[in-house]
């Protein structure tokens, strides 16, 4: 099982801001690596797919970056309606895993 | 537009088999290459992948509950469901349906159902 851990668990930021979070593979999965964005009451969103590629109607201040064990979720400028949880996921090999998600605080 | 809802009983008492249907719109589950799954988020906490449904038939487990889980596909109702059985508290969690192609991620999910695990 490929355990993905995440960091920081909480990240407290102010609207303009860059947040950088982390998302670390207990063994290469090379690029097989999503982001989701989860807000209360509802389900997780899907915003970064193989680790760099927006989907479909992801802003362009969401980027995602890495390969192998290291993987980052950027936000450029964190806007009022990007504070949320993010989770992140591979899909190397069964079974599927989720990292434990960061909180994006203000 | 695709659209996932689930649906099923939102308290089962300890020892017994919940049950969840996730009933899919706007689409065919006997579409090739396409995934069927099940995630679960206990309150406060995160995600918990449980399984998969390939379109067609194959399933694919968490190994920690292999051996209380199952998925299935109703194809004529364009249907797919889990059945956990023997469940405890620690079962209790929203229940996500989700769809996603072969080679790539959750694009479409369910709204979520609570399922609280209690006497």
């Known amino acids: 099982e490929v355990v993905l851990t995440q960091s920081p668990a909480t990240l407290s930021l102010s609207p303009g801001e860059r947040a950088t979070l982390s998302c670390r593979a207990g063994q290469s999965i090379d690029n097989h690596l999503a982001w989701y964005q989860q807000k209360p009451g509802q389900a997780p969103r899907l915003l970064i797919y193989?680790?760099?590629n927006r989907a479909t109607g992801t802003p362009a201040r969401f980027s995602g970056s890495g390969s192998g064990t290291d993987f980052t979720l950027t936000i450029s400028s964190l806007e009022p309606e990007d504070f949320a949880v993010y989770f992140c996921q591979h899909r190397s090999d069964w079974p599927l895993t989720f990292g434990g998600g960061t909180k994006v605080e203000v | 537009q695709l659209q996932l809802q689930e649906s099923g009983p939102g308290l089962v008492k300890p020892s017994e088999t919940l049950s969840l249907t996730c009933t899919v719109s706007g689409g065919s589950i006997s579409t090739s290459n396409y995934y069927w799954g099940w995630i679960r988020q206990p309150p406060g906490k995160g995600l918990e992948w449980i399984g998969s449904i390939f379109y067609s038939g194959n399933t694919y487990y968490y190994p920690s509950l292999k051996s209380r889980v199952t998925i299935s596909l109703d194809t004529p109702n364009n249907q797919f469901s889990l059945n956990l059985n023997s469940v405890t508290a620690a079962d209790t969690a929203v229940y996500y349906c989700?769809?996603?192609?072969?080679?790539?991620?959750?694009?479409?999910w369910g709204q979520g159902t609570l399922v609280t695990v209690s006497s």
């Open positions: 193989d680790a760099s």
């Open positions: 989700a769809r996603r192609r072969s080679g790539s991620f959750y694009d479409y």
